[in-house]
């Protein structure tokens, strides 16, 4: 099947710096992908919708400046954190949709910050 | 918009015992369903899916069937093991995006 990658797995950072996460699609365009947020023992909550080629779509109450994402290619969409404070700490996976709109999570990326 | 409501947990069982995990949706249109495990610390795994109504989704022993007529999805498993203590997601997807339920805790003791 289809292969979402996601890198890096795990990250830390300090406070007040930015934090770049890639989102790739292995073997198929992605014309979409999507991020979302999980809080330790909580639901997925969808963040955004990356477009390629045009400016991602964010859902209600997420700050677009706080999480600047960019659709690079068909095949990478990456998300960053700037100015990153302890309450951006969160466990942030991506997906991508195939032409048959079955999706594909990636593995997820656990991002620390002190 | 789109909900999942699922089966408040955490659900503890004994090995072998028999598994429910309830599943209802909200959905505009005919969205697909989809039940995902999470083992702790790892990402999502599909663990089986519906695309229309009356399809009955399966894997590794867990079975869901897409009723209509009752906008449920809900998941069993006739005898667990301890491998499956997990955390349970039902998600429907619609155009690519989706909507996760809340998520239910699975512990299965020996």
């Known amino acids: 099947g289809a292969v979402v990658s996601q890198h890096p797995s795990w990250v830390i950072c300090k406070s007040g710096t930015s934090v770049k996460i890639e989102c790739r699609s292995l073997?198929?365009?992605?014309?979409?992908m999507f991020w979302y947020r999980q809080f330790p023992k909580q639901s997925l909550m969808l963040m955004a919708t990356?477009?390629?080629?045009?400016?991602?779509?964010?859902e209600q109450g997420v700050e677009k400046d706080k999480f600047l994402i960019n659709h690079a290619s068909l095949t990478l969409s990456t998300l960053t954190v700037t100015s990153a404070h302890p309450e951006d700490s969160s466990f942030y996976i991506c997906?991508?949709?195939?032409?048959?709109?079955?999706?594909?999570f990636g593995p997820g990326t656990r991002l620390t910050v002190t | 918009g789109d909900s999942v409501t699922q089966m408040e947990g955490p659900v503890t069982l004994s090995e072998e015992a028999f598994l429910t995990i309830n599943c209802t949706y909200t959905?505009?249109?005919?969205?697909?369903l989809f039940w995902y495990v999470q083992y702790p610390g790892e990402g999502l795994q599909l663990l089986l899916k519906a695309t229309k109504a009356d399809d009955k989704g399966s894997n590794k022993g867990f079975e869901a069937t897409y009723r209509k007529e009752t906008t449920s999805f809900h998941l069993e498993k006739g005898s667990v093991q301890v491998s499956d203590s997990a955390v349970y997601f039902c998600?429907?997807?619609?155009?690519?995006?989706?909507?996760f339920g809340d998520g239910t805790t699975l512990t299965v003791k020996p």
């Open positions: 998600a429907l997807s619609g155009a690519g995006k989706s909507t």
């Open positions: 959905a505009t249109g005919y969205p697909s």
């Open positions: 997906s991508a949709p195939d032409r048959t709109y079955e999706q594909y």
């Open positions: 073997d198929f365009q992605a014309t979409t």
């Open positions: 990356s477009n390629e080629g045009s400016k991602a779509t964010y």
